[in-house]
């Protein structure tokens, strides 16, 4: 059953613990930003920011609310990314974690197609082409370690561990958030390995929060490439020989 | 905090006013986040919508500087609806004494007022005193010369629709914010105040804080578990600093600096030991005179005796009625009265205000040393916008110092908690600890000296005697600031060897028999051991989270302060369930009791001769944060060519040459 987060957004603050413990980890420089009127910082995920606390304001009946979405790669049960790129040297699963990972040989890949496919608009590319993201902390996590974002968690928001345990974490934590948010559910829990659970409607947090009926569908053009991936697979193979 | 961080979890209501504790200590959110968990309410007021407003169950807002309005309104709607709890503020506060009738308050002037000398003659403000010259008491709380009645009478202008005009804040949000916080009145309810520099740095800090602390008096709140007046101090030892004496006013321990009227050891002590007729009146301070002498031996030694007065005239005093605070001291180095400046892990070229005036002081000086991890504006005022760098004198001296980790020492955290760090990492460079620098600094001062000098003999009397095998040993002052017995001595029927730790103040003498560098922290280093490298993570009984052989507390490791009034005047506990002490009927059970002695009144009813109030007012010190401060940063630094009095080469600390690419993680 692998790996997954829960994340409850209803006791996040906002520190970005997760955010510099990300970057500390995976040794990554920061990256330069300028004040847009917000505490979030920087604006977007990038080649070098794997990891981001998004904020939104919304004025509601109930007065303000400042939402904070720690946003990283939800790891897929069935990773669109890995389908389109149909190159398990440069996009795979690791059957143990669950953990959707990225390789350099990602460069050698159409990197906009594989980026439209995802369904939380995730993937970041380098100006050489090659493509980034969460990892899951793959070095810690198989020495049985926390991934470092979970670790830095003050609050208790993040958790990380065995799919059945975590699936039933977010259910308990949901029945516990409900009492005080009346909407608060968990996002797309059946079929990614990050599971937010969230106070309000997902799309008052970020427009990829939750991935659209249309996104979640397999296209046609993911299709084909399922089609295609066992000779692509063999071709590959023989190409090393 | 007279809490401690985890004890945010037993909280019914945290308010946070004044912080922005989400923001700013995260962690706290760990334990607010379980109390809200547990059904407490959050309520946070402040001028801005912050991540912690973010986070409330209740948000309002109020005009910034408007908090003792707010509050004031708050006391208002308590003692109006009969909210506060009656047994509590009847038996454990100050509210049944009689104040003198002299005692007045028109048009916002309290009598005794002079104005020309714009000054208070408090006098008649005093308590009236019984003929054993007790103060006269009412229980009932109906005289109208109660504190009680004083206050109810003074707090009736703060209806909620004067609150509103001065604050701001939505009458209906008073009323909501004021019910909800004032229900933890209720007896078995806990409500907490977390605040911290949205309180303290406003010029009427101290009052923000005391209304406070009547609220949390009037609901009973203090002493129990989830209660408290608690401070988020703004660094990781900022209460560890403030406690061995960072600001002016204080010795270590919250002794008081002498003035120049203090003009013997005497005299100093006779000034500053409260006195009580009252038998049944702890007083605690009515022991400061063996906490100053015992501190006075601490820095003298064996040089410092009952003929010197253990070396008090060597100590610099402060003159009546002047302040020597950061800006004083900024002011002064403007006028250029003094010559040099040691900038100790702070850069108040950029942290003090008026910065510029800093920067225009700081030509003035012949020398400046700059202790920091990093160059600075500090240390680089000389070439700052503005300046001309060939017409400035002042020669800047650069000691890189070590960061925290990678020394041995013990910081204390908000929450009191003295605990001991090992060095991780080995300094950079030539960096070294503060501790290195300063043992390095007097032993070069004391050198000096010897040739004599102006009033040596403070330098030459100094005890400076902290080294092991040449090295500056943290455990050597660790230990010194506990205390030993200097002789063999008999306190309260028990043998103590010379040599050997004091176990805890209670155990300390006026004689000089004693010595502690800080009465407070006398208990954290005895015989058993260094109490504050303790990492056990079992919890006291009544599982309330106090983790008692986790690291070390002070006062004698009592994790909250006051606790005696968490229990009936029988020692049974108002809340059963977070029960912080309570008297099994020969003991105390839970936490370190605040005072040992048994309840007030017996199983049967009877009052017990033996017991002492648990009033707060015999011992109310400043526990808590009641200051600004300008600097908080505690870190280190190093010198070159280190050398014993005798002109030996100190040997160098090992240090990690590899210029620190590994230290992640």
Same mark, same amino acid.
């Given at each position: 059953?692998?790996?997954?987060?829960?994340?409850?957004?209803?006791?996040?603050?906002?520190?970005?613990?997760?955010?510099?413990?990300?970057?500390?980890?995976?040794?990554?420089?920061?990256?330069?930003?300028?004040?847009?009127?917000?505490?979030?910082?920087?604006?977007?995920?990038?080649?070098?920011?794997?990891?981001?606390?998004?904020?939104?304001?919304?004025?509601?009946?109930? #007065?303000?609310?400042?939402?904070?979405?720690?946003?990283?790669?939800?790891?897929?049960?069935?990773?669109?990314?890995?389908?389109?790129? #149909?190159?398990?040297?440069?996009?795979?699963?690791?059957?143990?974690?669950?953990?959707?990972?990225?390789?350099?040989?990602?460069?050698?890949?159409?990197?906009?197609?594989?980026?439209?496919?995802?369904?939380?608009?995730?993937?970041?590319?380098?100006?050489?082409?090659?493509?980034?993201?969460?990892?899951?902390?793959?070095?810690?996590?198989?020495? #049985?370690?926390?991934?470092?974002?979970?670790?830095?968690?003050?609050?208790?928001?993040?958790?990380?561990?065995?799919?059945?345990?975590?699936?039933?974490?977010?259910?308990?934590?949901?029945?516990?958030?409900?009492?005080?948010?009346?909407?608060?559910?968990?996002?797309?829990?059946?079929?990614?390995?990050?599971?937010?659970?969230?106070?309000?409607?997902?799309?008052?947090?970020?427009?990829?929060?939750?991935?659209?009926?249309?996104?979640?569908?397999?296209?046609?053009?993911?299709?084909?490439?399922?089609?295609?991936?066992?000779?692509?697979?063999? #071709?590959?193979?023989?190409?090393?020989? | 905090?007279?809490?401690?961080?985890?004890?945010?979890?037993?909280?019914?209501?945290?308010?946070?006013?004044?912080?922005?504790?989400?923001?700013?200590?995260?962690?706290?959110?760990?334990?607010?986040?379980?109390?809200?968990?547990?059904?407490?309410?959050?309520?946070?007021?402040?001028?801005?919508?912050?991540?912690?407003?973010?986070?409330?169950?209740?948000?309002?807002?109020?005009?910034?500087?408007?908090?003792?309005?707010?509050?004031?309104?708050?006391?208002?709607?308590?003692?109006?609806?009969?909210?506060?709890?009656?047994?509590?503020?009847?038996?454990?506060?100050?509210?049944?004494?009689?104040?003198?009738?002299?005692?007045?308050?028109?048009?916002?002037?309290?009598?005794?007022?002079?104005?020309?000398?714009?000054?208070?003659?408090?006098?008649?403000?005093?308590?009236? @005193? $019984?003929?054993?010259?007790?103060?006269?008491?009412?229980?009932?709380?109906?005289?109208?010369?109660?504190?009680?009645?004083?206050?109810?009478?003074?707090?009736?202008?703060?209806?909620?629709?004067?609150?509103?005009?001065?604050?701001?804040?939505?009458?209906?949000?008073?009323?909501?914010?004021?019910?909800?916080?004032?229900?933890?009145?209720?007896?078995?309810?806990?409500?907490?105040?977390?605040?911290?520099?949205?309180?303290?740095?406003?010029?009427?800090?101290?009052?923000?804080?005391?209304? @406070?602390?009547?609220?949390?008096?009037?609901?009973?709140?203090?002493?129990?578990?989830?209660?408290?007046?608690?401070?988020?101090?703004?660094?990781?030892?900022?209460?560890?600093?403030?406690?061995?004496?960072?600001?002016?006013?204080?010795?270590?321990?919250?002794?008081?600096?002498?003035?120049?009227?203090?003009?013997?050891?005497?005299?100093?002590?006779?000034?500053?030991?409260?006195?009580?007729?009252?038998?049944?009146?702890?007083?605690?301070?009515?022991?400061?005179?063996?906490?100053?002498?015992?501190?006075?031996?601490?820095?003298?030694?064996?040089?410092?005796?009952?003929?010197?007065?253990?070396?008090?005239?060597?100590?610099?005093?402060?003159?009546?009625?002047?302040?020597?605070?950061?800006?004083?001291?900024?002011?002064?180095?403007?006028?250029?009265?003094?010559?040099?400046?040691?900038?100790?892990?702070?850069?108040?070229?950029?942290?003090?205000?008026?910065?510029?005036?800093?920067?225009?002081? @700081?030509?003035?000086?012949?020398?400046?040393?700059?202790?920091?991890?990093? $160059?600075?504006?500090?240390?680089?005022?000389?070439?700052?916008?503005? @300046?001309?760098?060939?017409?400035?004198?002042?020669?800047?001296?650069?000691?890189?110092?070590?960061?925290?980790?990678?020394?041995?020492?013990?910081?204390?955290?908000?929450?009191?908690?003295?605990?001991?760090?090992?060095?991780?990492?080995?300094?950079?460079?030539?960096?070294?600890?503060?501790?290195?620098?300063?043992?390095?600094?007097?032993?070069?001062?004391?050198?000096?000296?010897?040739?004599?000098?102006?009033?040596?003999?403070?330098?030459?009397?100094?005890?400076?005697?902290?080294?092991?095998?040449?090295?500056?040993?943290?455990?050597?002052?660790?230990?010194?600031?506990?205390?030993?017995?200097?002789?063999?001595?008999?306190?309260?029927?028990?043998?103590?060897?010379?040599?050997?730790?004091?176990?805890?103040?209670?155990?300390?003498?006026?004689?000089?028999?004693?010595?502690?560098?800080?009465?407070?922290?006398?208990?954290?280093?005895?015989?058993?051991?260094?109490?504050?490298?303790?990492?056990?993570?079992?919890?006291?009984?009544?599982?309330?989270?106090?983790?008692?052989?986790?690291?070390?507390?002070?006062?004698?490791?009592?994790?909250?302060?006051?606790?005696?009034?968490?229990? $009936?005047?029988?020692?049974?506990?108002?809340?059963?369930?977070?029960?912080?002490?309570?008297?099994?009927?020969?003991?105390?059970?839970?936490?370190?009791?605040?005072?040992?002695?048994?309840?007030?009144?017996?199983?049967?009813?009877?009052?017990?001769?033996?017991?002492?109030?648990?009033?707060?007012?015999?011992?109310?010190?400043?526990?808590?944060?009641?200051?600004?401060?300008?600097?908080?940063?505690?870190?280190?630094?190093?010198?070159?060519?280190?050398?014993?009095?005798?002109?030996?080469?100190?040997?160098?600390?090992?240090? $990690?040459?590899?210029?620190?690419?590994?230290?992640?993680?």
């Amino acid at each position: 059953m692998a790996k997954s987060f829960l994340i409850d957004t209803t006791l996040c603050t906002g520190c970005r613990g997760c955010q510099v413990a990300c970057k500390q980890w995976h040794n990554l420089p920061a990256d330069p930003t300028v004040n847009m009127g917000s505490y979030q910082n920087p604006q977007d995920l990038s080649f070098t920011t794997y990891k981001l606390v998004r904020m939104q304001e919304h004025v509601t009946e109930d #007065g303000l609310k400042w939402l904070f979405f720690p946003e990283q790669c939800r790891h897929c049960i069935d990773a669109p990314c890995e389908a389109t790129a #149909g190159e398990p040297t440069a996009v795979f699963t690791n059957p143990r974690t669950g953990a959707v990972l990225y390789t350099a040989i990602t460069k050698d890949l159409p990197a906009e197609e594989i980026i439209e496919s995802c369904p939380y608009n995730i993937p970041r590319m380098a100006p050489d082409g090659t493509l980034a993201k969460c990892d899951m902390c793959q070095d810690r996590v198989d020495n #049985g370690m926390l991934p470092a974002c979970v670790k830095t968690c003050p609050t208790g928001a993040m958790s990380f561990g065995e799919r059945e345990e975590i699936v039933e974490m977010a259910n308990s934590h949901l029945m516990m958030a409900r009492k005080k948010f009346k909407n608060a559910n968990l996002i797309d829990v059946d079929t990614i390995r990050v599971i937010y659970l969230v106070g309000f409607k997902p799309e008052l947090y970020h427009g990829f929060a939750m991935a659209s009926n249309a996104e979640i569908g397999i296209t046609r053009h993911m299709a084909l490439q399922r089609m295609f991936r066992p000779f692509k697979r063999a #071709g590959a193979q023989l190409m090393r020989g | 905090m007279t809490n401690h961080w985890i004890d945010i979890q037993n909280s019914d209501c945290i308010l946070i006013m004044g912080s922005n504790a989400a923001e700013n200590h995260p962690v706290s959110f760990k334990y607010v986040a379980k109390a809200q968990q547990n059904g407490a309410t959050l309520i946070s007021v402040d001028p801005r919508f912050t991540r912690t407003s973010s986070k409330a169950d209740i948000y309002a807002a109020l005009r910034s500087g408007t908090d003792i309005a707010f509050l004031g309104g708050m006391i208002k709607y308590i003692l109006d609806n009969n909210l506060y709890s009656k047994e509590y503020v009847a038996d454990y506060t100050n509210a049944p004494f009689l104040v003198n009738k002299g005692f007045k308050f028109r048009n916002g002037v309290f009598s005794g007022y002079d104005s020309k000398k714009r000054k208070y003659d408090k006098k008649a403000w005093a308590f009236q @005193m $019984d003929k054993n010259g007790v103060p006269k008491m009412d229980r009932s709380l109906k005289n109208r010369q109660t504190v009680f009645q004083q206050m109810k009478k003074h707090f009736n202008r703060y209806n909620t629709k004067t609150v509103s005009k001065i604050t701001g804040t939505p009458e209906a949000s008073l009323r909501e914010i004021y019910a909800t916080y004032a229900a933890t009145g209720k007896t078995g309810m806990a409500g907490t105040i977390m605040y911290a520099m949205g309180w303290t740095q406003h010029t009427t800090g101290v009052q923000n804080i005391r209304t @406070m602390a009547m609220i949390q008096l009037l609901l009973g709140n203090m002493g129990v578990a989830g209660g408290g007046v608690n401070a988020l101090r703004g660094e990781s030892n900022v209460q560890g600093s403030t406690d061995h004496c960072l600001l002016w006013h204080i010795w270590p321990g919250y002794l008081k600096t002498p003035r120049a009227s203090n003009v013997s050891l005497a005299a100093y002590n006779e000034k500053w030991t409260p006195k009580s007729n009252d038998p049944q009146s702890a007083n605690w301070w009515q022991n400061y005179p063996k906490y100053s002498v015992s501190m006075l031996k601490s820095f003298f030694g064996d040089t410092g005796t009952p003929v010197n007065d253990f070396g008090y005239d060597w100590l610099p005093k402060v003159d009546d009625g002047k302040a020597y605070s950061w800006l004083d001291l900024f002011d002064e180095m403007y006028k250029g009265t003094f010559k040099g400046f040691f900038a100790w892990g702070q850069n108040p070229t950029c942290s003090g205000s008026n910065a510029g005036k800093v920067r225009e002081g @700081m030509k003035n000086l012949d020398w400046l040393v700059n202790v920091n991890l990093f $160059d600075n504006e500090t240390g680089s005022f000389w070439k700052g916008p503005g @300046m001309s760098p060939s017409s400035i004198k002042t020669e800047v001296f650069m000691l890189p110092a070590a960061v925290a980790v990678e020394k041995e020492g013990s910081i204390t955290n908000s929450g009191r908690w003295m605990q001991w760090r090992y060095q991780g990492p080995k300094p950079l460079g030539n960096s070294r600890p503060d501790g290195d620098i300063i043992m390095e600094l007097g032993l070069k001062i004391k050198e000096v000296y010897e040739d004599g000098g102006a009033f040596p003999e403070p330098i030459r009397s100094l005890k400076w005697d902290y080294l092991t095998d040449g090295m500056y040993d943290p455990h050597k002052v660790a230990k010194e600031i506990n205390g030993y017995f200097l002789e063999d001595v008999t306190v309260k029927g028990k043998n103590f060897k010379k040599g050997t730790l004091v176990p805890s103040f209670a155990f300390l003498k006026d004689d000089g028999s004693t010595s502690s560098g800080n009465w407070l922290y006398c208990n954290s280093y005895t015989e058993k051991g260094n109490m504050s490298a303790r990492r056990s993570q079992q919890d006291a009984p009544n599982n309330i989270g106090l983790y008692p052989q986790f690291a070390w507390c002070w006062p004698v490791n009592r994790r909250i302060i006051y606790n005696r009034a968490s229990v $009936d005047p029988k020692g049974q506990p108002w809340d059963s369930k977070n029960w912080v002490i309570r008297w099994n009927g020969s003991k105390w059970e839970g936490d370190v009791p605040d005072g040992g002695w048994p309840p007030l009144l017996m199983a049967d009813g009877k009052p017990n001769p033996k017991s002492k109030h648990p009033y707060y007012h015999a011992q109310a010190r400043s526990w808590s944060d009641f200051r600004p401060r300008p600097c908080r940063r505690a870190v280190s630094g190093a010198l070159r060519a280190p050398r014993m009095p005798g002109g030996k080469e100190l040997p160098q600390r090992e240090t $990690d040459q590899s210029g620190g690419a590994d230290l992640r993680y």
